[in-house]
């Protein structure tokens, strides 16, 4: 099973060879196994990136993963793949209504593409066609959830990256679809004396880019999830929930003043993701992750 932060690792090194990725990894880096009850009951909106459940996919297919889903109690869908136009392989609307048939909502998307001067004019096209698809689907948020950076990056490099997010975040808005980025740990290395996070905070519009913080890899990062919650409350639209393996399992994580600050912001859009499994059990591991949330007195 191919770990994505070993494909980040090699595609950063492509780009610097000056090749470029025709799609970036759509998400942010097994047995179908057994899962407990969902909790049919419950009142809490907890959502799930689906790229945690990556092979389920594979070996079962997209309308088996999605009633795995639906029965251990998620409700909000972020998805990980999108190709030409299709969603998981299907027409955008056909997707959304296997969505809505099982109770749950689809309310955001990670997809993107690398960027280059010579590519500008492809990768642009390709962005409208995307856009129209996740109209279709009615997603409120596209996430690019990586971009390249190695240690021949510039201050300059990453301003063509601001500068690019900044453009499709217009195209976005003019579909009603706000564009986001989703960090991973990289982000918070420096170059040119500046933490890469904080200049991409600083040099995007505010009003066309938003910020979905993956509060894991800003941990392991370094840096503290809450500060950057209080200190930028307006630019942080949606959370990636993660954790080593399961949610709660590592005991790195203090979520319960993450929570309470997303509260405090309004924000209401958060996904668990799931990216290694203890037991090399996809779905346990998922399960175990909503439970943990759903029984968490501070998780709404």
Known sequence: MQNRRDFLKRASLMLAGGAVLPQLLTSCGGGSGSSAAATS?????????????????????????LEVVAKMGYKNLETASYDNGKIYGLAPAEFKKMVNDLGMKCTSAHLGQAITKEKEAEVMSWWDQAIDAHNELGVKYMVQPWMPVNDQTTLDDLKMYCDYFNTVGYKTAAASIQFGYHNH????????????????????????????????????????????????????????????????????????????????????????????????????????????????????
């Open 41 to 65: 009951a419950t009142t809490k909106n907890i959502g799930l990136q689906l790229y945690s459940l990556r092979d389920l996919v594979k070996e079962e297919g997209i309308q088996k993963t």
């Open 185 to 300: 740990d990289f982000e918070f290395r420096k170059v040119e004396g500046q933490t890469i996070y904080d200049y991409l905070l600083d040099n995007v519009s505010p009003n066309h880019v938003f910020f979905e913080m993956d509060v894991y890899w800003v941990t392991i990062g370094g840096a503290d999830p809450v500060a950057y919650l209080k200190e930028r409350p307006s630019q942080f639209k949606a959370i990636h929930i993660k954790d080593d393996k399961e949610i709660g399992a590592s005991g790195k994580m203090n979520f319960e003043p993450i929570f309470n600050q997303m509260y405090e912001n309004n924000i209401k859009d958060w996904y668990v993701e799931v990216e290694q499994y203890t037991k090399n059990d996809p779905v346990a591991s998922v399960q175990e992750s909503f439970d943990y949330l759903n029984n968490a007195s501070y998780v709404k």
